[in-house]
């Protein structure tokens, strides 16, 4: 069915922004009676061909879920692995990011993380800020229910310091102290691995953003599924509250020859 957005506009069908939480690195070690790590490190590689897919495809943001603020309370010894994981990715994909032409930028809680590790996060972004054929944000030590939080904080101190009225406060302007702020809102969300939640991700920004689950293990994810997911969000109506009707594109005039 065709949609348009609230001003009118027809929707593209492919999406311009993917959010994806990549469930299932664990289980898919278990399945291979290997150690977590390994399900993790496969999880890595699966990063690698869904940036790549997005590029071919011509996705203009992709945002992955690398490490929730719950995260942090996994036994001590993954919490460990995975930093090192996330070190070793920090030095290695950076030259191959700007090779490919891509941004990065870093959402979430940066200051839990190690000078080491602060220090490279904001390194990459610094080396990839000036490209410009897709963004891709790596949420690490992100929540949903924080960022709206730490948002309203901000909005909280100008109402105490005197620069904001309390009638002023409105969706407009906390959006705008939202991570992802100067980006548009996903269009599609795919979450891996069997379960259908958005566990504390993006809860303001996928307000109206199309959900898709399979339970295909995040390491397992190539081309084939991602593309299952666009082919079922190429088939959604979107309607942002309004009727069918209203969203209809306007007929086109066909004219014969
Ligand atoms: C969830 O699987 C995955 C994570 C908590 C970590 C995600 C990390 C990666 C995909 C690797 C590297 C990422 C980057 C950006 C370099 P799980 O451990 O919860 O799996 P389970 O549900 O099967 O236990």
């Known amino acids: 069915m065709p949609s348009a957005t609230p001003g009118g506009m027809p929707v593209p069908r492919q999406p311009a922004h993917l959010a994806i939480v990549m469930d299932g690195n664990g289980r898919w070690a278990q399945q291979r009676r290997r150690p977590r790590m390994i399900g993790h490190r496969a999880g890595a590689r699966a990063v690698n061909r869904t940036i790549d897919f997005c590029l071919e495809r011509g996705i203009a943001v992709l945002t992955l879920f690398a490490f929730s603020s719950e995260n942090w309370g996994r036994p001590q010894d993954e919490v460990d692995a995975l930093m090192k994981l996330f070190l070793a990715a920090?030095?290695?994909?950076?030259?191959?990011?700007?090779?490919?032409?891509?941004?990065?930028?870093?959402i979430g809680e940066r200051a839990r993380f190690s000078p080491g590790i602060a220090q490279r996060m904001?390194?990459?972004?610094?080396?990839?800020?000036?490209?410009?054929?897709?963004t891709l944000n790596i949420a690490a030590s992100y929540g949903g229910r924080q960022d709206i939080a730490l948002a309203a904080r901000r909005l909280a101190e100008q109402v105490a310091a005197g620069t904001l009225l309390p009638e002023q406060v409105d969706e407009q302007r906390l959006g705008r102290h939202m991570a992802l702020a100067d980006l548009p809102p996903p269009d599609l969300f795919i979450r891996t691995g069997g379960d259908t939640r958005i566990s504390n991700f993006l809860l303001w920004q996928l307000a109206y953003t199309e959900l898709w689950f399979t339970d295909v293990l995040w390491p397992d994810v190539d081309a084939a599924t991602l593309q299952q997911a666009l082919d079922a969000f190429a088939q959604r109506e979107r309607r942002y509250g309004l009727t069918s009707a209203q969203v209809a594109p306007p007929a086109t005039e066909t004219v014969s020859p």
């Open 90 to 106: 920090l030095d290695r994909e950076v030259d191959e990011l700007e090779r490919r032409n891509v941004r990065v930028c870093f």
């Open 122 to 134: 904001a390194r990459a972004e610094q080396r990839t800020s000036g490209n410009r054929a897709m």
